[in-house]
C-alpha cells in the first residue's frame, strides 16, 4: 500500500455534483479546478481527522466519535459546520436506530427459524464494528 | 439541501483516509459520517469562495487559479498551503 493518503482521492463525480449545487446555475467547473478540490477535500479529511484524535487522545479514548470530530471542526475554525452536523448526526442516529428497530421488530413476530436469521442479522452490527476493529488490528501490526 | 441530509460522499472512501492515519486506532461510524458531511460543508465552501475570484474575472467557469486565490486569500484554508 504505497499510495500517499493524498491520492486516497473522492470520487470525481460527487465532487463536482457539490461543487454545482453550491453554485449558480450555468457555472461550470474546470477539470484542474475540480481536480484542485478534491485533492483540498481529502486533505481536508486528513487534517480534521488528526485534529479530531487529538481530542480522543485528550480524553483517552482509543476511538475516535463524533464529538471529537465536531471538536476538530472548532479547532480549524470551522465553527459555522458545527450547527449544520449536528442537525445531520441527529438525523443519521435516528436512522440507524430506525434500522435497528426495524430488525427488533422482525424478531418479535417470528418463530424459531426466522430468530436464527435475526440473530445473523445481529450479527450483522456487530460485524460491522468489529470490521472496523480487525482491520486495524492488521493496521496496528503494520505501524 | 436541507442540512439535514445524508452524505454523498462514499462512507467507505473517507473512511479509508481515516485509516490512512497511523495514530488513529478506531473510528466510529459516526465519526466517519460526521467527517463525510463536513467535507461535503468544506467543498461547498472553498467553491464559493474561489467563485468570488472567477466573478472579479467575469468567468462563468471555476478555474484552478481561482482555487489558488481563496486558497492564499482565506486563513482558514492556510492548511492548504
Known amino acids: ?143 | 439541501p436541507p442540512p439535514g441530509r445524508g452524505a454523498r460522499l462514499p462512507l467507505a472512501r473517507v473512511k479509508a483516509l481515516v485509516k490512512a492515519d497511523p495514530d488513529v486506532s478506531l473510528a466510529s461510524q459516526e465519526a466517519v459520517f460526521v467527517l463525510a458531511r463536513a467535507t461535503e460543508l468544506f467543498v461547498e465552501t472553498i467553491a464559493k469562495d474561489a467563485y468570488v475570484y472567477a466573478q472579479q474575472g467575469k468567468r462563468k467557469t471555476l478555474q484552478r487559479k481561482d482555487l489558488d486565490n481563496a486558497i492564499e486569500a482565506i486563513d482558514e484554508f492556510a492548511f492548504l498551503e
Not at chain 1, 475540480?34 to 479529511?45: D, G, N, Q
Not at chain 1, 442537525?87 to 424459531?112: F, I, N
Open chain 1, 1 to 143: 500500500m504505497a499510495e500517499r493518503p493524498e491520492d486516497l482521492n473522492l470520487p470525481n463525480a460527487v465532487i463536482t455534483r457539490i461543487v454545482k449545487e453550491a453554485l449558480p446555475d450555468g457555472v461550470n467547473i474546470s477539470k484542474e479546478a475540480r481536480s484542485a478540490i478534491s485533492r483540498a477535500a481529502s486533505v481536508f479529511v486528513l487534517y480534521a481527522t488528526s485534529c479530531a484524535n487529538n481530542f480522543a487522545v485528550k480524553g483517552k479514548r482509543k476511538t475516535l466519535n463524533a464529538s471529537d470530530v465536531l471538536s476538530a471542526m472548532e479547532e480549524m475554525e470551522f465553527q459555522r459546520f458545527v450547527a449544520p452536523l449536528k442537525e445531520s448526526l441527529e438525523v443519521y442516529r435516528r436512522e440507524q436506530k430506525g434500522k435497528k428497530e426495524a430488525r427488533k421488530d422482525k424478531d418479535k413476530k417470528t418463530d424459531s427459524e426466522e430468530q436464527d436469521k435475526s440473530r445473523e442479522d445481529e450479527n450483522d452490527d456487530d460485524d460491522e464494528r468489529m470490521e472496523e476493529e480487525e482491520q486495524n488490528d492488521e493496521e496496528e501490526l503494520d505501524n
